[in-house]
């Protein structure tokens, strides 16, 4: 009485359709399972993986910069505005962080590059 529920191990049977040599797409004979037709083909594989077309070499990251560069905080006790200093020196109580932004170029006061899109302090 023969077992159906157990599959076959005959890789003949089993196996898939025959895969096919990446560089000359010549059928690979059945058996020990073969990524190339021949030791040539094989050589050209590894020279296509290995040799030709290396990618140049990316670019060194850019140095690191203070987050506090260019940025501009809010006192939430006295609402004054400060560019680059995360504590007010006249409360003494940490700033919120509200973005990065510089002096308006119409009145001299801080703005937020958001605020200078979006047209104006909100």
Known sequence: MTDTTTPLRNGTVTAPPQPCC???NATLSPGRSK?????????TGW????????PPEPP????????????IYECPVCD?????????????????R???GGTCPGCD???????????GPS
């Open 22 to 24: 990446p560089v000359c």
């Open 35 to 43: 990524r190339y037709c021949s030791d040539r083909c094989r050589q």
């Open 47 to 54: 020279r296509r993986r290995n040799q030709a077309g290396q």
């Open 60 to 71: 060194p990251p850019p140095e690191p910069r203070s987050r506090r560069t260019n940025t």
């Open 80 to 96: 004054g505005r400060y560019l680059e200093e995360q504590r007010c020196p006249d409360c003494n109580t940490f700033c919120v």
């Open 98 to 100: 509200l973005g990065r």
């Open 109 to 119: 006061d801080l703005i937020t590059i958001d605020e200078l899109l979006l047209g």
